[in-house]
C-alpha cells in the first residue's frame, strides 16, 4: 500500500478555513488509513489501495467539494517521489543562497511547451523558474512582496491548476517519511 501526500489548494487560504481534525476525517472517511495532516496549509498524509493517481485524486476532489462547498484541487505525490523532489537541484547553489525564497508548484500533469514557454516568459529580475516533471521550481530573489508573481498569476496565464509549497516544507516531507 503507498504511502501518499495530498497538497490541496485553497485550504486555509482565502476564507476557506478547515481544522485538520476535520480533515483527517475526510480522507479517512474515503476508506484511507494511516492519515495525518502535516501543518495547517492542505498537506494530508495517507496510506490507500493501489488505484491510479488520478482516480484517487477525482475520488478527493470531488469528496471535499461534496464536503466542503467548495473545489479544492489536490495534487498527489509519493513519499518516494517527495524524496526525489527534496534531492532535485533546480538552481545552483550560489543562486540558492542568495534568494528569499524557493517554492515548488505540484501539477496534475506536466507543463505542455506553450505553457513553459509562456511561464518563462514571466521571469523577471526578481523571479525565475525551473520545469521537471509535474513540478515547477520559482527561485524568487527578493521577498515574495515585491515581486508581481503569485498563483493566481500562474493559473491564469498558463491555464493550469497548481499549488505552491515552500522548499523547507518539502524538504521537512522528505525528511519525515525517508524512503
Not at 475526510?26 to 495525518?36: K, M, P, R, T
Not at 513540478?135 to 496565464?157: D, H, I, M, P
Amino acid at each position: 500500500m503507498p504511502r501518499l501526500i495530498a497538497f490541496l489548494r485553497a485550504v486555509n487560504v482565502g476564507g476557506h478555513n478547515v481544522k485538520m481534525e476535520e480533515l483527517r476525517a475526510l480522507f479517512e472517511a474515503l476508506g484511507f488509513s494511516n492519515v495525518e495532516t502535516f501543518i495547517a496549509s492542505g498537506n494530508v498524509i495517507f496510506d490507500a489501495e493501489a488505484e491510479s493517481a488520478g482516480d484517487l485524486q477525482k475520488q478527493i476532489e470531488a469528496h471535499l467539494h461534496k464536503s466542503l462547498g467548495y473545489e479544492v484541487a489536490t495534487f498527489l505525490r509519493t513519499t518516494t517521489e517527495i524524496a526525489g523532489i527534496a534531492r532535485y537541484k533546480p538552481f545552483d547553489e550560489s543562486k540558492l543562497q542568495s534568494a528569499q525564497a524557493l517554492n515548488v508548484a505540484f501539477l496534475a500533469e506536466p507543463l505542455s511547451a506553450e505553457a513553459q514557454k509562456k511561464l518563462m516568459g514571466l521571469s523577471t529580475e526578481i523571479d525565475e523558474f525551473h520545469v521537471h516533471g509535474r513540478e515547477v521550481y520559482w527561485l524568487c530573489k527578493k521577498k515574495q512582496g515585491e515581486s508581481t508573481f503569485s498563483n493566481a498569476v500562474f493559473e491564469r496565464k498558463l491555464k493550469v491548476q497548481t499549488t505552491f509549497r515552500g522548499w523547507k516544507t518539502v524538504l521537512k516531507l522528505a525528511e519525515k517519511y525517508p524512503l
